[in-house]
């Protein structure tokens, strides 16, 4: 039903940035939440930084006071600032329709809808 199409990842200097970006399909849901979630080469998936419909955010704290995510329209966008070597992942960008309270929104088993990636890399 939905599809979701992450971009702006790539390679960048420790401390640089990036702005990623995440179209979701305009569902004229009155509730939801989308977020963005990372996975390095052997690791879990985990959530980054989440918004929902009322604009509550959450963020993992490995990326607090250096990412941002905000919703613009059917556009979700992670900017990224002083990124370091441990950030490098591919970063998915996910989507639920329904109510997700703050506490929720980093929990990968809350979203169905997820991109297919797109790929960081932060060099030292």
């Known amino acids: 039903q939905a599809h979701l199409t992450e971009s702006g990842g790539g390679l960048v200097q420790a401390g640089g940035s990036l702005n990623l970006s995440c179209t979701v399909p305009d569902l004229d849901f009155e509730d939801y939440a989308a977020g963005w979630f990372r996975q390095a080469p052997g690791k879990e998936r985990v959530g980054v930084a989440c918004?929902?419909?009322?604009?509550d955010t959450l963020y993992a704290d490995s990326v607090k006071d250096r990412f941002t995510t905000s919703l613009d329209q059917n556009i979700l966008y992670l900017q990224m600032n002083n990124l370091k070597p441990e950030d490098s992942a591919m970063y998915y960008c996910?989507?639920?329709?329904?109510?997700?309270?703050?506490?929720?929104?980093?929990?990968?088993?809350?979203?169905?809808?997820w991109g297919q990636g797109t790929q960081v890399t932060v060099s030292s």
């Open positions: 996910a989507f639920r329709g329904g109510v997700v309270i703050g506490p929720s929104l980093l929990s990968r088993s809350w979203y169905p809808y």
């Open positions: 918004i929902n419909s009322d604009g």
